[in-house]
């Protein structure tokens, strides 16, 4: 089995976590902005491969004046629709700053299916060794594929898969360790 995952691919999954609308508060903190402004700019940076909808953007941004966070402008003609500018609130500012000054989760995945596979293959008898190998090889190479990205790609391609070339140089570290207690993992898990 070949895991190929493109770079877009790998970016959006890495940034499906972030919550859109406090990105969008955030984008909007900089400066007033009309939704397609905020659906380019979020595009930009946070949306790796996968295009935030403008339907998801407008509605957005009507939760978002619903709760007092952003205000509408009137509407402005241009060269489409009329469209309206939105400005962040002083609760919303106040939101913008919570999120940022509260720290990310630290999430040490403790449940992961790498292990779950390495569990399930030892009690149901079929070669655990066989699946990290192969597992061994997807990640590395993943691992150039990000390497790649970082050489031709933009600065915040280059962040980003730096960031995924350590979580999965952990990952190998965890495969090399599993497969060296791997034996007394099959005892464990057969006598239980």
């Not at 339907?55 to 709760?67: E, F, I, K, N, S």
């Not at 009329?82 to 919303?92: N, P, Q, V």
Request: net charge negative; hydrophobic share 40%; with cysteine.
């Amino acid at each position: 089995m070949k895991f190929v995952y493109t770079p877009s691919v790998y970016m959006w999954c890495m940034l499906a976590d972030a919550s859109v609308p406090i990105t969008l508060l955030g984008l909007l903190e900089r400066e007033p902005s009309h939704g397609y402004d905020l659906k380019r700019d979020y595009d930009a940076y946070f949306g790796r491969g996968k295009p935030l909808p403008f339907g998801q953007v407008y509605a957005t941004l009507g939760r978002l004046a619903r709760d007092g966070k952003v205000v509408a402008g009137d509407a402005e003609p241009g060269a489409g629709p009329d469209r309206k500018r939105y400005a962040i609130t002083d609760l919303g500012v106040n939101e913008v700053e919570a999120w940022l000054r509260q720290p990310v989760e630290p999430e040490p995945h403790l449940q992961t299916v790498l292990f779950a596979k390495v569990v399930l293959a030892l009690m149901l008898g079929r070669p655990a060794e066989g699946y990290l190998d192969t597992q061994r090889a997807a990640h590395v190479q993943r691992m150039r594929e990000l390497t790649d990205l970082k050489r031709m790609g933009s600065l915040v391609d280059g962040l980003l898969a730096d960031h995924g070339l350590f979580h999965l140089e952990a990952d190998l570290r965890w495969i090399d360790v599993t497969q060296a207690r791997l034996s007394a993992l099959a005892e464990m898990v057969r006598t239980s």
